[in-house]
């Protein structure tokens, strides 16, 4: 593996230092530079200079590195840094010698860098990981003057964790994403556990179920989880009384190891308060309670927190279904009793009632859609409408949640009336689950308690109600361009398609003559 290193070099006197190799334990007057490309056995050395630099130093360095058997440096000419555009200048040359060694080792030394220079290397560093430019190695170091004596080299790589610290976190807290968080405290973890094992202790560390605590939270999260998030989820039966939500898991782990991480990952330590104050209210005992819709509405209100309007979105929608489920088995996922139909039950009450319903389902299909539909509403207006809905429904919705035995018991079967291929795939589209879908109505099927669907003539809809049926009006907003047409689902989400039940009664009859007829 190449090894390479990128030593920064001013107009000082830097020859007069004293570094030493243990090669033949000689102690030997030399660049500083030169010191490092032994003692690491660098394959190549860059040295960025400013052209003082280089007029004063290239030759006494060029005797140095090859006096110590060492590859002749690469000199690449720096600005002076004293304007905005020369300090962009260093920033590229800079960039182009790191980037070009990313695929090996690299030793990055600071000792003579001149002026702002070894900052923008570190700022450089920062940017190239953040874009994931990352090399298989790289270390930082800094030698000090001592003169007429031994100078130490010091080992400065900790400002380089440090950077990938602040950017995992930051990702994490904004996003989070906790994929390099984990990987950086595992690293954490084993390299201390080296260390403890080497010294012949017993103190290992423990925060590594802090850790695997966060990789859960963070997977949960990034596939929308929301049972496992909240109360816990396993897929086997006879565990299932066992589970905890990964938030109510993080935050004991949290509470568990957070002076371990302050003494040992101070990075670490910096967001878990924060990030503690966003779990508590995610925990719940059950989803079909007003504890467990307080939580899902926590939780849409973390994905908005984050930027992630998809998922709060989905959140809110599958809250709200949740409301009309008939009891616990349309919505404990956890449980063994969870029961699939009475889940459709549950969302085809609130495709026919809720009063959001229309609102959630705009929202809703121009997300999953990808914005594939005519007039998709803009970035702008959709974010502002995610952020409505969570707004109003994080409130103190809860209040509506009624428990299974104060709601009424859904009875009857639901017939689908339509000749229209484009109302069957809407309703398809709003979850809509019809018993029976027919192109017309035999009034002798109905009966009380069932639910019909459609746009019957007004003494069709009369005779629904009659017999004790709910009869729910497909409605539209057609405008004139829209009429005596066939319309697809897309014209019907677009004419803002809906069902509105309606109470139909006759009042009486009127006769050819002009009479009327009580009935």
Known sequence: MARTLISFLGTGDYEQALYHWDGRGEHQTIYVAAALAKLWEADRVIVPATKDAELKHRKSLEASLRAAGCPAPTFRRLPDGRTEQELWEQFEVIRKALEESSSGEILLDITHGYRAQPFFAGAILSVLRATRIEHDRIELVYGEYRKNEVSPIWDLTLF????????????????????????????????????????????????????????????????????????????DDSNKSAARG??????????????????????????????????????????YSKEGQRAQYALARYYLALGRYPEAAAVIREARINLHAEDERGVEVNSPEYDQGQRE??????????????????????????????????????????????????????????????????SGRTFLITRHPGALEWAERQGLKADRKLEHLDLTDVQAGDVVLGTLPVHLAAAVCEKGARYLHLTMDVPPEGRGRELTADDMERFGARLVEHQVARTGRYGPSGGCENP
């Not at 094992?197 to 179920?209: L, N, Q, T, Y």
């Not at 990808?370 to 502002?384: E, H, M, N, T, Y």
């Open 160 to 235: 380089i964790t440090l950077v990938d610290w602040a950017q995992a976190l930051g990702l994490f807290v904004r996003t989070g994403v906790a994929d390099a968080v984990v990987e950086l405290g595992l690293n954490a973890r084993n390299r201390l556990a080296r260390e403890v094992a080497s010294s012949g202790g017993r103190d290992f560390p423990r925060f590594e179920r802090l850790v695997n605590a966060i990789e859960n939270f963070a997977d949960d999260l990034a596939t929308m989880r929301v049972a496992s998030l909240i109360t816990g989820y396993f897929q």
């Open 246 to 287: 990964s938030a109510a898991r993080l935050l004991d782990a949290i509470e568990k190891f957070q002076e371990e991480v302050s003494q040992k990952l101070p990075p670490l330590a910096l967001v878990l308060g924060e990030l503690a104050e966003r779990l508590r209210p995610l925990r719940a005992d059950r989803l």
């Open 345 to 410: 039950a549950a969302e085809f009450c609130f495709n026919l009632s809720d009063d959001h319903r229309l609102e959630i389902a705009e929202v809703r299909n121009d997300i999953e859609h990808g914005g594939f539909r005519k007039q998709p509403l803009a970035a702008d207006v959709l974010q502002d409408r995610v952020r409505k809905l969570v707004e109003r429904f994080a409130v103190d919705d809860v209040e509506t949640f009624l428990p299974m035995e104060e709601k009424a018991p859904v």
